[in-house]
């Protein structure tokens, strides 16, 4: 076989989510806002947008190129965020952290596909690529609460 | 030369990575380091190290006469004039940023212009991007051509009389172009310009003379030849270096220090501030040893070999994109169709062979190249024709991976 377990990190739902991406786009209008981040040690860019309301993400968008790790990261956590309170997300993001950490974190937490990238956690220079895009939310929930705060 | 018997002089060459035998191509990012470099810095820590150029006690003695015999083993291998001319510094980054603010800041005024070109490694961009701030001088770019080199018509003409800077690097970190920095030398001083060389690519890999190549300052690494980390040279022309105050002061680098004033000391120890790297320029020295036996011009016809061999067996990968142009220094660029270069790169790893992905710190570069970053396979004389093969065959097996679960 090819490449002695490297398909424990590149499973077929990464994959599926590399090639045909998730929710990407912007988004624009009332209650939304939108940041970009890169990891300036290998050139991926990130955008996530959005949109907020009753303090609930009620939809997510992002644009972005990089690896296939940094990529499916980002339409997975679309997918598992979108619907969610703020408070939630916030567990999301750090459990997600964690267990691309290869660190002990809340089993009850529902990442969806995103779960498929717990592989990642042997491979320790691939980890900054998978957490991208949930820092990008974390960076995006900051922004709009600082607007909300500014608005008040 | 003897490959195998080269090889058994890199201890961290013996081993399995991955359950593989360990195939280094990230050359261009640090060299490895043979058992004689190790030592010599082990021997400094165990029987001699002291401080340099302070005390007078015996192995103060010793470690300055080291210290010293580094800087003129480093001046013989780079013909420089005098070893007044050799400044130690943490490397090559260190030494750009040291011509650009020592040199540049109190000498370019608006209007004056500094010429580089889109090869640039970030070292050699921001400190004179900052420096234009600063000053109000222009940066400008010679054009580049589609292969990645340069045109010296259109270098040129692109010089112009108010070009006081020019700055090339000798050899590219991602095409390994091998820029005519003696001739761009030549013309820049015609206009009454200096020329600056980053020499962190090619002083491992070739013969250096600065003499020769008429170069006014000229910078290397020394992790990058064999040497430790955190240890540099800046060449400087005596009259420019004398000319330059330093940026860096406390020290070591005073003649006489009275309560609201104070002089420098002589050249080179005025811009050596502080306690230096001692153990990491003497192993320098060690490297340059090392190097010396085996012989620049061999190691060049040696690592052109391989270079073409791997340039040869990668340009005949379907779905692989090469960059730069044939004839280059020790590396290959490239970009498999479909396949992002991080993900190349694990794959690889998954096998034993370690390459740089990524944009090289040269992002300006990767917009020319219309991509945002490449896989960079990078060789030394250690690197042997097996492991060349062992890479188009990572490739080839990469390819049918990701293209198995696409």
Redesign the interface.
Known sequence: MLFNNLDQLYRSVIMDHYKKPHNRGELDGDHCVTVNMNNPSCGDKIQVSLKIEDNKVVDVKYLGSGCAISQSSASMMTEAIKGLAIDKIHQLTFDFSEMVQGREHNDDMDLGDAEALHGVSQYPARIKCATLAWKAVEKALREADKKEKSHQ | MDIQTIRQDFPILKQQV??HHLVYLDNSATSQKPVSVIQTMVDYYETYNSNVHRGVHTLGTIATDRYEEAREKIRRFINASSEKEIIYTMGTTQSLNLIAYGYGLARLGKGDEIVITPMEHHANLIPWQQVAKKTGAVLRYFPMEADGTLDLVKVRETITNQTKVVSVTEVSNVLGTVNPVKEIAKIAHEHGAIMVVDGAQSTPHMTVDVQDLDADFFAFSGHKMLGPTGIGVLYGKQELLEAMEPIETGGEMIDEVNFQNATWAELPWKLEAGTPHIAGAIGLGAAIDYLQRIGMDAIQHYEEQLTAKAYNMLSEIEGVTLYGPSKRSGLVSFNIEGV????VS??L???GIAVR???HCA?PL?SCLKC??TVRASFYFYNSEDEIEALAKGIK??K???GH??
């Open positions: 991955n359950g992002h270069p991080h993900d694990t794959a790893d998954s096998e992905a990524g944009h992002q990767m945002e970053s097996e990469a049918e991976f990701f679960v696409v």
